[in-house]
C-alpha cells in the first residue's frame, strides 16, 4: 500500500508504540518502498530509526524523542535523516522547520502534514473493524481522522479480534486493514516515580511551590508535568497542604496523565476530576473504580485523548509546572543539550500563556495583575495569566549546573543546523522558578535586568549564581520578587519524607486499596 516518497505516521505515543507495524516497515525493500517522510509526535524505539538507517524512509517530523535523542542527534549531523517537511523562506533563505509541540504536530495532520498511510496501534478490533484504543487512547483518533478524511489509508495492529470491542473509538468505516500482532503492543509507564527515590530536597521545594504558589494565587485547575519534584508535590497534598488548610482551595482540577503518586490526593479528596492525555500501567482497575474522578464511560473504561487534554492544558489549566535540565540567566528553559535532539512533547502547550483565552480565575486574574509592565501592553485593559513554573536543582547529583550563563540549546542548533534553538520554555512566559534555594516570581519583574537578579538571587553555586548581588537580592526580597523558605515561613528542618503520605510503591498500593498493580520493575517486596 505504499510508494516511494509516501507521507507515513506511525503511531509512536508517548506511552504506547506500535511496535510490530514499525519492525515490519523495517523489513520491507527499500528499492521498492524509500524515501518515505515518517511524522510521528514521539521516537521511543530503536525501529523508529533504523527505517532511516534502512534507507526507507529519509524525512523527520517529530515532537519528542526521549530515549532516542542522542542517537537522532548523531544521526542528524550523519546526513541520515533529513529533518522537516516544509521549505519555508525564512529571512530570504530556505529553512528547515521539524521539531514540533504535540498540539503543533496534530494541528497540522489536517493541514500541511496530511498522512498517505498511517500505521496504529489498539487494544481491539471486531470483524467488521471497528476499534477499542483501550484506556490509553492518546493520539489514535486524530490520526484516523486526518488521514481517512483526506483519502488515506488506515492501518491498525491490535492485540486480539473479538466478536465485539469493548468500546468503539474509531468506526470500521475509517479503517482499511487490521492486523492481529502476535504479541500485545508495548505501554510503557513513563509517569510512574517511587516515592522511595524522593529527597528531602525535592520535598523542601515542593513546601515552597505549595505555600509560595498554590496557596498564594488559589490555583485550582493545574497540569503536573512528570518527574520527583512535581510527584513530591503530589505526595504532600495530603499532610503538608492539609496542615495549611489548603484542601479544597487549591488543585481541585487536574490536567493529568493518572500518576500513582496521584492515588493519596484523591484518596483523601483533593482532586475532584482528572482528563488524561494517556493512561498509565498498573492503574486500570484502580481507575475502574473511581468513574467520579476519572473520564470512564458506560463501558466502564477511562477514555483518554492527547489532542483534548493538550488543548485543556493549554486554555483550561491556571498554571503549568515541571522540571526542566536548563535555566539560562534569561530565564529562558530548555531541556536539550548538546548532542541529544529531545524535542519538547507537549511542554511548550502547557508552558505558555494562552493569549486568546478570556475566561476568568483568581490565580489567572492575580498573576496577570501582577505583571510589572501590564500597562505598558494592554493600557486600560486588564487581563490575566497563566502561571509557568519551572523547577530545578542548581547543581545536579551528577554534577551538572541546572542555570546557565547559555543553554546548550544554542549549540545544539549549531550543531544541527537548526532554525531556531530548541528552547522549551520561553523567558517571557516564565512566570515563577522553584530552586532549593528560594522561588523568584519573574513576572513581577520592571525589566530584564531585574529578571537577570532575581534569577542569580536563587542559582546556588553556579556561574549564574556567582553573580549574585546580596544587597539587591535583599531588595528584590523586601518587595516579594524573590522569596526563601524563611520569607514563606517554611522551617528548613521540618523538609524530610516524614511528610510523604506514601514513602514507597507499597504504600501506594496499599493506598488503593490493592487495586493499583505497579509494573514488575517497580515492585521490591
Not at 70 to 85: F, H, N, P, T, Y
Not at 95 to 105: A, I
Not at 372 to 384: F, I
Not at 478 to 493: F, M
Amino acid at each position: 500500500v505504499m510508494v516511494p516518497g509516501d507521507t507515513v505516521i506511525l503511531e509512536g505515543d508517548n506511552q504506547k508504540q506500535a511496535d510490530f507495524l514499525a519492525g515490519e516497515l523495517c523489513k520491507v525493500d527499500p528499492s521498492r518502498v524509500h524515501d518515505l517522510h515518517m511524522i510521528q509526535s514521539t521516537l521511543s524505539i530503536p525501529e523508529h530509526l533504523d527505517v532511516f538507517e534502512k534507507g526507507i524512509a529519509r524525512k523527520l517530523d517529530f515532537a519528542y524523542a526521549g530515549s532516542q535523542g542522542k542517537r537522532l542527534a548523531q544521526m542528524v549531523q550523519d546526513g541520515s535523516i533529513e529533518l522537516g517537511a516544509l521549505q519555508n523562506e525564512i529571512a530570504g533563505r530556505v529553512g528547515e522547520e521539524f521539531m514540533d509541540t504535540y498540539l503543533e504536530m496534530y494541528s497540522r495532520y489536517f493541514i500541511d502534514l496530511i498522512p498517505r498511510v498511517s500505521l496504529l496501534v489498539a487494544d481491539e478490533a471486531d470483524r467488521e473493524g471497528n476499534i477499542y484504543s483501550g484506556f490509553s487512547t492518546e493520539d489514535t483518533p486524530a490520526i484516523a481522522e486526518a488521514t481517512k478524511f483526506n483519502q488515506g489509508i488506515v492501518i491498525v495492529q491490535v492485540n486480539k479480534l473479538v466478536d465485539k470491542v469493548s468500546r468503539v473509538d474509531i468506526p470500521a468505516d475509517w479503517v482499511d486493514f487490521v492486523i492481529e500482532s502476535p504479541t500485545p503492543y508495548m505501554l510503557n509507564p513513563l509517569f510512574t516515580r517511587d516515592p522511595a527515590k524522593i529527597s528531602d530536597e525535592r520535598i523542601l521545594k515542593a513546601m515552597m511551590a505549595i505555600k509560595g504558589i498554590y496557596g498564594e494565587y488559589g490555583v485550582q485547575v493545574l497540569n503536573h508535568g512528570v518527574g520527583f519534584d512535581t510527584s513530591a508535590i503530589e505526595l504532600i497534598l495530603p499532610t503538608y497542604g492539609e496542615s495549611l488548610g489548603l484542601r479544597g482551595k487549591i488543585c481541585r482540577h487536574w490536567v493529568l496523565n493518572p500518576h500513582p503518586t496521584m492515588i493519596p490526593a484523591i484518596e483523601t479528596g483533593w482532586a475532584e476530576n482528572l482528563y488524561s492525555f494517556g493512561s498509565e500501567v498498573g492503574m486500570e482497575e484502580y481507575i475502574k473504580a473511581r468513574p467520579d474522578v476519572f473520564a470512564v464511560g458506560p463501558d466502564g473504561t477511562m477514555r483518554s485523548n492527547r489532542a483534548f487534554c493538550q488543548a485543556a492544558g493549554h486554555y483550561a489549566a491556571d498554571m503549568f509546572i515541571g522540571s526542566t535540565m536548563q535555566i539560562d540567566r534569561y530565564g529562558n528553559s530548555s531541556t536539550a543539550t548538546k548532542n541529544n535532539v529531545a524535542g519538547f512533547g507537549g511542554a511548550p502547550n502547557m508552558g505558555c500563556d494562552a493569549k486568546g483565552r478570556r475566561h476568568v480565575t483568581e490565580a489567572w486574574f492575580k498573576c496577570g495583575n501582577e505583571v510589572a509592565n501590564r500597562a505598558e501592553l494592554t493600557g486600560e485593559c486588564l487581563r490575566g495569566k497563566k502561571l509557568v513554573v519551572q523547577v530545578i536543582t542548581t547543581v545536579s547529583e551528577k554534577g551538572f549546573p541546572g542555570f546557565v550563563q547559555e543553554l546548550d540549546a544554542i549549540q545544539l542548533k549549531k550543531n544541527a543546523g537548526l532554525d531556531l534553538e530548541p528552547v522549551m520554555i520561553y523567558s517571557d512566559d516564565l512566570t515563577h522558578i522553584v530552586s532549593e534555594i528560594g522561588i523568584a516570581y519573574l513576572h513581577k519583574c520592571r525589566n530584564m535586568e531585574e529578571r537577570m537578579n532575581a534569577i542569580r538571587a536563587i542559582a546556588g553555586k553556579t556561574e549564574v549564581g556567582m553573580l549574585e548581588d546580596p544587597a539587591e537580592t535583599l531588595r528584590l526580597r523586601k518587595e516579594g520578587i524573590v522569596k526563601l523558605p524563611e520569607d514563606l515561613g517554611i522551617d528548613r528542618s521540618t523538609a524530610t519524607r516524614e511528610l510523604l503520605a506514601a514513602k514507597n510503591m507499597k504504600d501506594l498500593v496499599d493506598w488503593s486499596g490493592g487495586l493499583y498493580n505497579p509494573p514488575a520493575k517497580f515492585r521490591n517486596w
